[in-house]
C-alpha cells in the first residue's frame, strides 16, 4: 500500500457508499454485506418507459435498502463523494440497455435554492463521474427555473407531473440542437420529472433523449395468506 493510502485510510477511513460502515479496505467501495444485498433490476426490467412519450430510461436498481439509505446520504447528508460510486452502476446498465442511442450526457438540474442549501447538485456529480467513464464531459443544458414543492411531498402522479410542468427550461438552444441525450437522474420517479426535462431538451431542438437513473420503482410483494394485507410496487419518493 502507497503511503498517501495508507494516510488516506487513516484519517479518512474507507466507507461504505450505500450503507456508511466502516471498511476494512476502500475496494470498490461497498461493503459485503451491501453488495450481495442490492435489488438489481433484472435485464426484462432495467429498461423502464416513462412520461407520455415513453422516453427509454435505463434503472440499475429498485428503490429499497439498501439503496435508499445509500441516495438519501448522497441528496440530504452532504455525502456528494457517494455520486463516485453510484455512477458506476448507471454506467453499466446504460451502456447494456441504450448502447448507441446517445451521443452526449446532461443531468436534471436542482433548482439554485436546493443547490445552495445542499452546496452540489447530486445528478451533475453523478452525470460528471458517468461522463469520465465514457470519456465525454456532462453538459449543464438545463435549468430549473420554478422553484417547485419537492416531488418527494407528493405521492399522486398528477400532482408530480403538475408540479413540474413548464419548471425546466434550456438556455441555449444551440448547443442542444441536433444532438442526441443521455439525461441522467439519481431516480426515476412516475416519470414527471425526467420526462418534464427530456420535453424541454427536444423542443429546443434535440435529436433524442434517453433516460438513466440508479433506482426506480419497488418489487411487489409475494403473495400473502388470507387475513394479511397485499402490497403491489409502487412508485418512488422522489
Not at 495508507?6 to 456508511?20: E, R, S
Not at 433516460?211 to 394485507?229: E, F, S, T
Amino acid at each position: 500500500m502507497k503511503i498517501s493510502s495508507y494516510l488516506l485510510d487513516l484519517f479518512f477511513p474507507p466507507k461504505c457508499a450505500f450503507c456508511g460502515k466502516l471498511m476494512d479496505t476502500a475496494g470498490d467501495g461497498v461493503c459485503p454485506s451491501c453488495a450481495a444485498a442490492l435489488p438489481a433490476r433484472e435485464d426484462e426490467n432495467a429498461l423502464l418507459l416513462i412520461g407520455e412519450k415513453l422516453y427509454p430510461c435505463a434503472v440499475a436498481f429498485y428503490y429499497e435498502s439498501p439503496v435508499k439509505e445509500g441516495v438519501h446520504a448522497l441528496k440530504f447528508g452532504g455525502k456528494p463523494w457517494r455520486a463516485r460510486i453510484f455512477a458506476r452502476y448507471i454506467v453499466q446498465t446504460a451502456a447494456e440497455q441504450l448502447s448507441g442511442r446517445f451521443d452526449a450526457v446532461t443531468y436534471v438540474p436542482v433548482s439554485p435554492q436546493r443547490n445552495f442549501r445542499r452546496g452540489y447538485d447530486q445528478a451533475r456529480l453523478l452525470a460528471q463521474a458517468a461522463g469520465r467513464a465514457w470519456g465525454v464531459p456532462a453538459e449543464t443544458t438545463l435549468r430549473k427555473i420554478r422553484h417547485n414543492r419537492a416531488q418527494s411531498s407528493l405521492k399522486d402522479p398528477g400532482q408530480r407531473k403538475q408540479n413540474v410542468k413548464h419548471a425546466y427550461a434550456v438556455p441555449h438552444p444551440g448547443r442542444v440542437a441536433g444532438r442526441r441525450f443521455l439525461l441522467i437522474d439519481d431516480v426515476a420517479t412516475t416519470g414527471s420529472t425526467l420526462s418534464a426535462c427530456a420535453d424541454a431538451l427536444l423542443s429546443a431542438g434535440a435529436a433524442g433523449v434517453v433516460c438513466a437513473a440508479l433506482a426506480g420503482g419497488r418489487r411487489a410483494a409475494p403473495p400473502c395468506g388470507a387475513g394479511k394485507d397485499c402490497q403491489v410496487e409502487k412508485f418512488l419518493e422522489n
